[in-house]
């Protein structure tokens, strides 16, 4: 007998199909219930694979709300039920691609559209352009040994002058071989980012040669070597150059002086002195050199220009040395101007230019010293010295003089012996100047009589003298009158009385006057032209203690 729908409701929650599929199932709850098989006339399927008809909704229940999210799958009409064993993953896991399998046999039109769509080539997404290759740095720069002792050697370099920016430096690799062998190794395991690698665990004796390689993703640069194999030994004393501070900077002498410098130096075992000058050996001819074990003397006898240069003494100590430059310039006078030309002449000035010398001596010119001669006597004067710029203008030279100009350049060592002098002459040429005086005109200077300055009322006290002043002007010089009362004064008949006239101040002096002497004073101006008067009132009060002693006398 057939088994019951039971097993079917247990197995009938089931994940929702994805949305696309969706779009494409007919709602269970309007399909036909006939289309779906009656569970009677199926055999009856092991407990696991319940799930193939969970989609379809139970005899006699109501259709559930969430059923259009998943279709009711048409029963699949085999001949032979599949075996429990496999049947139980698909009951088991639910997987889309079976219910995709069962909403493509009830709908075999939207099954049919979805795989059109699956079969559609996908458009090939657009790429970025492939990077750049990467490339390796170039060699590292200067190497060199920093220290070392019986089983080590410190070496130091600088980083590769170029590193791609699309690469970058990963570290750099220390390699080693013994002086005769090609067998390189690498000293460190693990790549080095630091510029300094102690090379460890040597033996005491060996001669090693060293590189540095820089990797980074583009490979190996070339590798940057030292020269000279290393000695793995203990050093005693480091060299060292001591240098005296006064040949710190440019060591400046004259031509034909000599030239003894002493340079101390320290190092053991006794270090091995060398000299260069501009990078090549010493000559002989020219400088000796003394060494001894504490100093190395640099000697020239007479110096010449062609001993300037710089001297490089260097102090090597096995594979360590120490170097010393000395910059030192042979100078001597300048040749004269190359060229001096007069280019104007006007009024009483000159305009000159000139041009460097040819030979500056071996140093800067610092100056020029302009002279001038005049062409009757042929004296030279200095007229321009410490001169620093190529023209000048002379000026403040005599009228109808001719003169020729000389120049001399000067440096550190003084003024040239040859000078230029200018080709021509300047000569001031005397003008002639046509002068035409203005035609003089007499001017009028008669004027009436006029007092600038009138008298003032005033008062005085008895005994004590006092003076009337006024100003006057007028041409013809006016006459003057003083009046008192209307009546004319003469000082020859009264002493009391001074008159003075001087540059038109007009002064009446009153000595010691009386209680008669006050009342109205008159000053008179007269000329041809005509006369002019001005007055004042004169007061003369009695002194207070008078009065005093006045009724002092008629109380008694």
């Keep these: 007998m057939p088994a019951k729908p039971a097993p079917i409701k247990k197995a009938a929650p089931k994940e929702p199909a994805p949305k696309k599929e969706e779009a494409h199932a007919p709602a269970p709850a309007e399909a036909d219930p006939a289309e779906v098989a009656p569970p009677a006339e199926v055999e009856a399927p092991p407990a696991e694979a319940a799930p193939v008809e969970a989609a379809a909704p139970a005899e006699g229940e109501a259709p559930v709300e969430a059923a259009p999210a998943e279709p009711a799958p048409e029963e699949p009409k085999a001949p032979t039920p599949p075996p429990a064993d496999a049947a139980a993953p698909a009951a088991e896991e639910g997987t889309p691609a079976a219910d995709a399998a069962a909403e493509g ?31 390796p740095t170039s060699e590292p720069l200067e190497v060199t040994v920093e220290d070392k002792s019986d089983t080590s050697v410190t070496i130091t370099w600088s980083p590769p002058k170029t590193i791609p920016d699309n690469s970058g430096l990963d570290g750099y690799t220390v390699e080693i071989t ?16 630091s510029c300094r ?13 060293i590189r540095v390689v820089a990797v980074n993703p583009g490979g190996r640069s070339p590798p940057a070597t030292i020269t000279d194999p290393v000695l793995v030994k203990e050093v005693g004393a480091r060299p060292k150059v001591r240098l005296p501070r006064f040949l710190r900077q440019r060591y400046v002498k004259k031509v034909g002086e000599k030239i003894n410098l002493v340079i101390p130096f320290s190092g053991k075992p006794k270090p091995v002195i060398s000299w260069l000058k501009d990078g090549e050996p010493l000559d002989p001819k020219r400088a000796n050199v003394r060494t001894s074990d504490r100093d190395s003397i640099l000697f020239i006898r007479q110096a010449e220009r062609a001993d300037s240069g710089s001297y490089e003494m260097c102090v090597k100590v096995d594979d ?16 004269p101007p190359a060229s001096i030309k007069i280019v104007d002449v006007w009024g009483f000035n000159v305009a000159l230019e000139w041009t460097v010398p040819k030979d500056n001596g ?16 042929g004296d030279w004067f200095n007229i321009l010295e410490h001169y620093a710029r190529l023209n000048a203008t002379i000026s403040d030279l005599i009228m109808g003089n001719t003169y020729t100009f000389r120049i001399f350049a000067e440096n550190k060592c003084g003024l040239s012996e040859e000078c230029a002098v200018t080709k021509g002459e300047a000569t001031i040429v005397k003008e002639v100047i046509d002068y035409k005086p ?5 001017r009028d200077f008669t004027e009436a009589p006029k007092f600038t300055t009138v008298l003032n009322d005033r008062s005085t006290t008895v005994g004590y003298s006092t003076k009337l002043l006024c100003s006057v002007r007028g041409c013809p010089k006016p006459k003057i009158v003083w009046m008192k009362n209307k009546m004319i004064l003469n000082n020859m008949d009264n002493p009391k009385y001074r008159m003075i006239s001087t540059g038109g101040i007009c002064t009446l002096e009153i000595r010691k006057p009386g209680p008669y002497d006050g009342g109205e004073y008159v000053c008179r101006a007269e000329n041809t032209l005509g006369k002019v008067d001005t007055g004042c009132k004169l007061e003369v009060k009695k002194p207070v203690y008078a009065d005093a002693d006045k009724d002092k006398e008629e109380e008694e």
């Design 105 to 135: 046999a009830a709908h075999p039109d939207a099954a049919a559209a979805d795989a059109a769509s699956i079969e559609e080539p996908p458009k090939a997404p657009t790429l970025p352009p492939p990077p750049p290759p990467k490339e």
């Design 178 to 193: 013994k002086e005769g062998t090609e067998d390189w190794k690498a000293a460190n395991e693990v790549l080095t980012i």
């Design 197 to 209: 690698y102690v090379i460890k665990n040597q033996t005491t004796g060996d001669r090693l040669l």
């Design 320 to 335: 360590f040395e120490d170097k010393a430059a000395i910059i030192i310039q042979i100078i001597e006078l300048p040749g």
């Design 362 to 377: 071996n140093t800067e010119i610092t100056g020029y010293t302009v002279q001038k001669a005049d062409k009757k006597t």
């Design 438 to 442: 203005t035609p003089f005109v007499e």
